[in-house]
């Protein structure tokens, strides 16, 4: 109760208290140093309705779905993998060991293997493959990449949980009753697995929603997300309503997300 | 449905270092009950699965039929398996349990429901086709299990253990039930157990299994009453263990001298010869014993040491007077009626009928 009670508090301090922040903020007047003025004002949210915030807003859902979809498709066969395995405790330590370098030493070492003097274009001139380079950074790719690359990790220990305490007979029942490896992949570990597979989408999804500094390294002027707009808003173009704004609206639309997608698995898993 | 008969030929299996099948040969008929017993670790669980394709044999080879099956893998093996822990599928109710084998043959939704409806009546599941193996009892798993492994329509079914998670009494009813249920599929059952009572209650033929080779292959009767050896004699059932010395050979019946017992006559089932040290095995409900002094070839006087009541019989543990403890199973028909009830530290009279006890080992002299 004690424990409760503290993240209660923490959790209240920490991130209520600031989301109602950003909230009232969206709803009030600029200064030209940034700041606000405390009077009820909509031009925050005037200002997103442009073809130019529209399209950074559709940008940052398919970067965000296609990351996703292709850091699961990673990650299944790699938890399924570790949780057979009898190595599973030093492989899991592997999946883990990223973790220990800077998040931003990570992005900027991909720089110095994509970028256009980079080890592969290096390699690539050295086999005589090109003439100058291949442009790899600086567009939305380049961000999915290293978004997968990220967040690997976060999708892979959730589905490791799920299929690790999954008992290994029902595979082999499945097989016994007819069907191949393939089907039996489909028809009895995935429906298994839901919850782990939620959990690891919710994961990956959120935070790549909220990038930032992936599209700001590797990203480009073409690849900018929502995380990078907030940001400008709030810096070079000193407008903290319209940031706010923004902040409310991707929160929003992610919170909206996640509910339906936890709403729509549970009605199929008691189907 | 007709099952099929099933050949294990020269079959060696090892897991690293570990010889977990050797030599392994059994014939089994079509649509035989068959009983793989053995304690745990002795391979009957692996020559299960290496009939159900679920494990390859690295040598030797698989019949069914005649045919060799060996190349053929579990999801193409007409053989079925019931799991020692049913491996239901949590995320199915027992009706798409059932009905898995049926989908995977992209059978007609009318024809999925016939064919589940007559299964689940057959296994007295009525009214349970909604609910999720979670929601069941062990018995209903198991039932679920079996009308599952049936669906697929299998010649051979393959039992791993499947009342070895269930309380005794339920034990002893669901195996009547496979036994009914062998009678009305007509299928071949090959059955995995280490509880030589299920072995010998429902079986045509039993193998008894030791460390990954097959000691005797018999009917229950004959596993029971004549053991080949003193693994066997030891491990079905209760046994008492006599070392002897043959001092008197004839055509049917060996006179013996042993250590603790005195002299004795027994058949001789085996060939001996006069000196030769055999191990004999007399069962504890083949000797009667009694108050007063009992007439026979081997009669013997000795002092109750232990007595333990079970209510349908008295377990006896008597010492003779030479110093061997013998083990007496008295049964009680007519418990109150029979002579004076025989108790703790009394003096009794003990006698057997020289067909009783089996040579179990003959060491030449």
């Known amino acids: 109760m004690k424990y409760i009670t503290a993240y209660t508090l923490w959790l209240v301090v920490f991130f209520v208290i600031p989301l109602i922040i950003i909230l009232s903020f969206s709803f009030l007047e600029k200064t030209p140093y940034g700041g606000v003025n405390f009077s009820f004002s909509l031009e925050g949210y005037k200002s997103l309705l442009t073809i130019g915030y529209l399209r950074i807003l559709w940008r940052t859902v398919w970067i965000s779905i296609i990351s996703t979809f292709i850091t699961i498709i990673f990650a299944l066969p790699t938890a399924y993998y570790i949780a057979k395995s009898k190595f599973k405790n030093f492989l899991l330590l592997l999946v883990v060991i990223p973790f220990w370098t800077n998040s931003l030493i990570r992005i900027y070492a991909w720089i110095f293997v994509l970028g256009n003097n980079g080890i592969i274009n290096q390699f690539l001139k050295l086999i005589g493959l090109v003439d100058s380079h291949i442009q790899f950074l600086y567009n939305p790719w380049a961000v999915i990449l290293v978004i997968v690359y990220t967040y690997l ?8 949980a799920a299929i690790e305490r999954l008992d290994n007979s029902i595979f082999e029942a499945a097989l016994d009753l007819g069907c191949s490896k393939r089907k039996a992949f489909f028809k009895v570990l995935i429906p298994n697995i839901k919850a782990g597979l939620v959990a690891s989408i919710i994961f990956v999804l959120i935070p790549a929603m909220g990038s930032y500094a992936i599209p700001d390294l590797v990203g480009g002027v073409n690849s900018k997300m929502i995380g990078n707009e907030i940001a400008r808003q709030l810096t070079t173009a000193k407008n903290w309503p319209a940031a706010s704004a923004i902040s409310s609206i991707l929160t929003l639309i992610t919170l909206l997300g996640v509910i339906i997608f936890v709403k729509s698995s549970k009605k199929e898993v008691l189907n | 449905m007709l ?3 099933v050949e294990i030929r020269n079959v060696d299996k090892f897991f690293g270092d570990f010889q977990a099948l050797d030599k392994v040969n059994l014939q089994i008929k079509r649509g035989e009950f068959f009983s793989l017993l053995g304690p745990s670790g002795c391979g009957k669980t692996t020559l299960l ?10 040598s030797g080879d698989v019949l069914f039929d ?23 599928f949590p995320h199915l109710t027992v009706f798409e349990n059932i009905a898995f084998s049926l989908r ?44 599952r492994a049936l669906a697929n329509e299998p010649k051979v079914l393959l039992l791993d253990e499947p009342v070895s998670a269930l309380d005794a009494k339920l034990r002893q009813e669901l195996l ?6 062998h009678d009305q599929v007509g299928i071949t059952f090959i059955y995995v157990t280490h509880d030589q009572a299920e072995a010998i209650s429902v079986s045509d033929h039993v193998a008894v299994m030791n460390n990954g080779r097959i000691v005797q292959i018999g009917t229950p009767y004959e596993i029971y009453e004549s053991p080949a050896d003193r693994f066997v004699a030891t491990f079905i059932g ?3 263990l006599m070392k002897a010395e043959v001092v008197d050979v004839n055509d049917e019946f060996i006179r013996v001298i042993a250590k603790g017992l005195g002299e004795f006559s027994c058949y001789k089932d085996k060939e001996v010869s006069k000196g030769d040290k055999i191990l004999l095995t007399l069962r504890p409900e083949k000797i009667k014993i009694s108050t007063k002094p009992l007439e026979g070839i081997n009669s013997f006087h000795g002092v109750v040491e232990e007595e333990i009541y079970m209510g349908y019989q008295t377990k006896y543990f008597v010492r003779l007077d030479e110093g061997y403890i013998l083990k007496i199973y008295k049964q009680h028909v007519n418990y109150l009626l029979d002579e004076k009830i025989i108790h703790w530290k009394d003096e009794v009279f003990v006698t057997w ?13």
Request: glycine share 6%; hydrophobic share 35%.
């Open chain 2, 353 to 365: 009928n020289p067909n009783d006890s089996f040579i179990v080992e003959v060491e030449k002299g």
């Open chain 2, 176 to 181: 009547l039930e496979l036994d009914n249920l």
């Open chain 2, 3 to 5: 099952g099929s008969s």
């Open chain 2, 49 to 58: 699965r290496i009939i159900a394709g679920l494990e390859y044999p690295d």
């Open chain 1, 153 to 160: 990790p976060y999708a892979i220990i959730p589905l490791y």
């Open chain 2, 66 to 88: 005649g045919i060799s099956v060996v190349s053929i893998p579990a999801n193409k093996r007409e053989a079925n398996t019931i799991f020692q822990n049913y491996a239901l």
């Open chain 2, 104 to 147: 995977l043959k992209k059978m007609s939704e009318n024809e999925i429901r016939e064919k589940v409806e007559k299964l689940i009546n057959l296994v007295r599941l009525e009214g349970q086709e909604n609910k999720k193996p979670i929601q069941l009892s062990g018995g209903q798993r198991q039932r679920v299990a079996i009308a």
């Open chain 2, 238 to 240: 209760e046994t008492n």
